[in-house]
C-alpha cells in the first residue's frame, strides 16, 4: 500500500513539449538534446505554413487516405528527430574510433555499393545506420568495418528489392 499514492493526491500532469514527453517515457538516456527536438519540431511548423498541400487533390478518394497525410508526416518528423544520432559522439562515446575513421570506413562502404550496383538510399540509410550505433555504442578500431558492412546489409535489406 505505501507504493501506491493515496486517493487524494493526483499525478503530476503530463509534460507539455515533445522533449520533457520524451524525457518523461524514455528517462534520462537519449539519442540528442531534448531541446534540438523542439526546435526541430518548431521549424518543422514554420514550415508547414509553405508546404503545398499535394494531398488536396485525392480529398475524395478514400483510398489514397489523404486525411491521414499530416498525421503520418508529423509522426515520421518526430521520429527522426528522436533518432537523430548524437553529433558528439566521435568524442564522447568512442575512444578507439575517430572522425577520420569513420570517414574511411564510408569511403570504403562507397565503393562496396557501387561494385555491387546498390542503390543510393542503401548507402545514406547504411551510414545514418552506424552513426546511430557509433552514438551509443563504443566499438572497438578491429570491428568497425564489421559494423559497418553489417549496417550495410540491414540496410539493403531494406532498400534493395531486386536481385
Known sequence: ASAQQPLNQQAPPPPTSFASQLQHTLGQQQFCDPTLIDRGLQHADKRRRDWIDVDALNEDDTQACSAYAV?????????????????????????????????????????????????????????????????????????????????????????????
Open 71 to 163: 498525421p503520418i508526416f508529423e509522426h515520421l518528423r518526430e521520429a527522426e528527430l528522436v533518432r537523430r544520432p548524437n553529433a558528439l559522439y566521435p568524442e564522447a562515446f568512442q575512444t578507439d574510433v575517430n572522425a577520420k575513421m569513420r570517414a574511411i570506413l564510408v569511403d570504403w562502404l562507397v565503393e562496396v555499393a557501387e561494385e555491387y550496383k546498390l542503390c543510393a538510399d542503401t548507402l545514406y540509410l547504411s551510414v545514418n545506420y552506424i552513426d546511430r550505433f557509433l552514438s551509443i555504442h563504443p566499438v572497438q578500431r578491429s570491428n568497425l568495418q564489421l559494423v559497418g558492412i553489417a549496417c550495410m546489409w540491414i540496410a539493403s535489406k531494406y532498400e534493395e528489392i531486386y536481385p
